[in-house]
């Protein structure tokens, strides 16, 4: 029976809280955390963090499906592209080995991806703000792009092949950039189902080329699924505009960090951040709160 480490579970717990509330940051928080904490290889903590994410992807996806908010379409094309490349990056970790240059290497793209992704989560955060369209308009037909779609698969199939970041992350932020009619909601569900084929073909080729730790993995699902069941159940609760500033701080730090940046400069990053975080956060709390002028209820009036 696999040994469980408490104090792995605990990360597990608080990164499955996370993605319970946001729908996104499982690769990207914990496979830096099981590396610059734990001291995890980085080819074994990307194997084991594949393996736990099986296990917390479906929960979201389910009720997406039940909802009827997956594009069934566009997920059949992700797939076509995402599930052989996430293979072909699982695979080519394994050409490569597990040397101090291959650790080496694997912290460098994985620092880069995060870095990437942070960037990604902040684009989001701007695209999303102008997507607010009339009542009805999730409902309006998608017309599929092929090709780009397909692309869009076999990129981030491969970045989550080598390096567990981007089913959640840098997906959702292309299919943002290629469909922006898409609802906030179908993007979300889609990417929710698509990713567990592809994070299910990525950590099965980290399994049959021996990077999983089971003791590890074991350990991360005990604590990761409650966590999820937690972070879902008060995702209706906790404003997305608090969760999502914390969790672009926590990735471009970890990123700087896995790239040998200095204690100086990724502090600096981390409160330059986190000072932005609070401002918008309280901007937006502010516009939620504001009451209408009278000339803005007048207009409105008129447009009624």
């Known amino acids: 029976m696999p040994h469980i480490e408490p104090s792995v579970s605990a990360a597990g717990f608080l990164v499955g809280l996370i993605v319970g ?17 734990f001291g995890v290889a980085p080819t074994a903590a990307v194997a084991s963090d594949l393996v736990a994410s099986l296990f917390m992807k479906p929960l979201g996806a ?39 240059r291959m650790n080496a290497a694997l912290r460098t793209m994985l ?6 992704a942070s960037v990604a989560q902040l684009a989001k955060a701007i695209l999303r703000s ?32 080598m390096t567990s970041v981007g089913s959640g992350s840098l997906i959702i932020v292309m299919l943002m950039l290629l469909y ?35 003791g590890l993995t074991a350990s991360l699902i005990v604590g990761s699924i409650p966590g999820v069941c937690l972070g879902a159940y008060g995702s209706a609760r906790a404003p997305d505009r608090y969760i999502r500033p914390v969790l672009v701080l926590v990735l471009a730090a970890s990123a700087l960090k896995l790239l040998g940046a200095s204690n100086q400069l990724v502090g600096g990053v981390a409160a330059g951040l986190g000072a932005l975080g609070v401002a918008w956060a309280l901007s937006e709390s502010r516009d939620e709160t504001r009451t209408p002028s009278d000339d803005e209820v007048a207009a409105q009036t008129a447009g009624d």
């Not at 509330?21 to 904490?37: H, N, Q, S, Y």
């Not at 379409?73 to 101090?100: C, E, Q, R, W």
Request: hydrophobic fraction near 50%; avoid cysteine; proline fraction near 8%.
């Open 62 to 100: 389910l009720i997406h499906f039940r909802r009827g908010t997956v594009h069934r379409p566009m997920v059949k094309y992700l797939l076509l592209g995402s599930v052989p490349s996430a293979f072909a990056g699982a695979a080519l970790i394994n050409h490569l080995g597990s040397s101090d």
């Open 180 to 214: 922006p009619r898409l609802s906030g909601s179908r993007l979300v569900g889609t990417d929710l189902a698509q990713a567990i084929p592809l994070v299910g073909t990525a950590a099965l080729g980290h399994f049959l080329f021996g990077h999983v730790s089971l």
């Open 130 to 161: 102008h997507r607010e369209g009339p009542p009805g308009a999730s409902q309006i037909p998608i017309a599929i792009k092929p090709l780009p779609t397909i692309a869009v698969g076999v990129v981030g199939g491969f970045i989550v092949g």
């Open 21 to 37: 509330l946001t729908g996104m940051g499982g690769g990207a928080l914990m496979t830096p955390i099981l590396v610059l904490i």
């Open 111 to 116: 620092g880069s991806a995060l870095l990437v």
